[in-house]
């Protein structure tokens, strides 16, 4: 997680100087911050899940071996990784832009060079910034929604594994462990489970709330954009 958080540092910092921008481009990195902090909080109650898990009457290895079986889908791995997906969505678009302004410029420095030229002056004027008209590019439109879609695709599939891998191995506190891994009966107990439920709750939460605002958005950039509503 440190390592994430020092890594999107550049990041914010890049769009917060960048002299290309879009509509809503501020909205995606605010989600890919408020992201961030949910997923730096949600982490803390699983530090020590194997720690956190005990079974009565077991030895250490039985009692991993219960854990294994039990906790059987991969939890924060599996949420860094999908973090690290949407990041690259943002920056699909950021690297097209990227691109536009690079041949943006190269024109334009073009045609500012042979005006000095026959004026016979130097070229002093400053960058200025530019803005994407999606009502000109209709192929920015369409990459641009493509870069949201990939960003739905992959929030999808991250609350379809919260929701259908981590929470059921929390849904009880207490369960048993399976026979043909220990002999006998053996019952098993996860500590803290209402706040590691909590964590799965607050990152589905926050992602049903981008993939709300980007189908949203999708809506109204094809009605507006491309249908010229």
């Known amino acids: 997680m440190a390592a994430l958080v020092t890594g999107l540092i550049p990041i914010l910092r890049t769009a917060a100087d960048a002299t290309t921008t879009y ?3 501020s909205l995606w990195f605010g989600f890919l911050s408020i992201r961030l902090v949910i997923l730096f909080l949600a982490e803390l109650p699983f530090n020590k899940l194997d720690a956190d898990f005990n079974c009565n009457g077991t030895d250490a290895v039985c009692t991993r071996a219960c854990f294994n079986s039990h906790f ?3 939890m924060v791995v599996a949420w860094n990784f999908i973090y690290v997906l949407v990041i690259i969505s943002v920056l699909l678009m950021e690297l097209f832009t990227l691109h536009l302004r690079s041949m943006a410029d190269k024109q334009k420095r073009k045609a500012r060079d042979e005006e000095m030229e026959a004026k016979g002056k130097e070229d002093t004027d400053p960058k200025e910034s530019m803005v994407l008209d999606f009502h000109r590019a209709k192929g920015t439109v369409g ?3 493509l870069s949201i879609v990939l960003r739905i695709l992959v929030e999808t599939w991250f609350v379809y594994i919260l929701l ?3 929470l059921p191995a929390l849904h009880n506190d207490v369960f048993e462990c399976p026979a043909d891994i220990c ?3 053996h019952v098993c107990v996860v500590r803290a489970a209402p706040e590691k439920r909590m964590s799965i709750y607050a990152l589905a939460s926050i992602s ?4 709300v605002v980007s189908v949203l958005f999708c809506m109204y950039s094809i009605a507006h954009y491309l249908c010229n509503f």
């Not at 049903?208 to 993939?211: C, E, H, T």
């Open 183 to 185: 002999s006998g009966f």
């Open 72 to 74: 059987n889908k991969p």
């Open 23 to 25: 509509k809503c481009r």
């Open 208 to 211: 049903a709330m981008v993939i």
């Open 164 to 166: 259908s891998w981590n």
């Open 143 to 145: 990459f641009y929604l």
